[in-house]
């Protein structure tokens, strides 16, 4: 059997255990959708954000990119992000990185890796501007992690800089921003303490940085 025959085959066992635990689920996603959280996430196959949150379908809408950046001339993510937030009406953003990342891996080094290095030089801004701390840390996979707790804490800066977030918070409390880590080694999600929902709190982190 074809290896992507499995993908159809895994589908079908799925449905038959969503449909025994909730036999009108996909009558009313058909009808809409209404999640109450952003994910924005990494591209890593090993950090689906339904599963390790365990979370039906219809829960959260998904952007993912490598190393989970929030870049601002990237109109793909501020398409989503605008649509979230403006039509979905989600409650929460999460930016949400991950331990073992190979899209920060390959940051850390001055190494080439071809067209990657266009959307690596953002991670890479990040990496200098807190190189100081990061040398002091000796193993190289403390260090990596380290870095991609630190690129969190930086996206959802950057999140908390896009327009239409700001004009959202003049007129409500809502969105939510958050920083999250995903611990591949136990499975764990752990909340890094940098959670925003007004001008005046991003600017508290911005001049903390």
């Not at 930016?95 to 266009?118: T, W, Y």
């Amino acid at each position: 059997m074809e290896s992507y025959r499995e993908l159809l085959d895994g589908n079908l066992k799925w449905l038959t255990q969503v449909k025994e635990a909730d036999p009108t689920i996909f009558d009313r996603l058909s009808e809409g959708q209404s999640p109450k959280f952003l994910w924005i996430g990494c591209s890593d196959s090993r950090v689906p954000a339904t599963e390790i949150t365990g979370s039906i379908p219809g829960s959260i809408f998904v952007h993912r990119n490598i190393a989970n950046l929030v870049v601002h001339t990237d109109t793909n993510l501020l398409s989503v992000l605008y649509f979230a937030v403006e039509y979905l009406n989600v409650k929460h953003i999460l930016v949400v990185g991950h331990s073992s990342c190979g899209g920060i891996k390959a940051a850390m080094s001055d190494e080439s890796f071809g067209f990657l290095d266009n959307w690596l030089n953002h991670i890479r801004d990040v990496r200098n501007a807190h190189k100081p701390e990061l040398e002091l840390i000796t193993n190289e996979a403390d260090r990596t992690d380290a870095l991609a707790m630190i690129n969190v804490r930086q996206q959802v800066i950057n999140l908390s800089r896009v327009s239409f977030i700001r004009q959202k918070w003049q007129t409500g409390e809502f969105p939510v921003l958050h920083g999250w880590y995903y611990q591949l080694k136990d499975g764990m999600l752990r909340d890094l303490n940098i959670s925003m929902n007004s001008v005046e709190q991003s600017e508290k982190f911005l001049a903390g940085l």
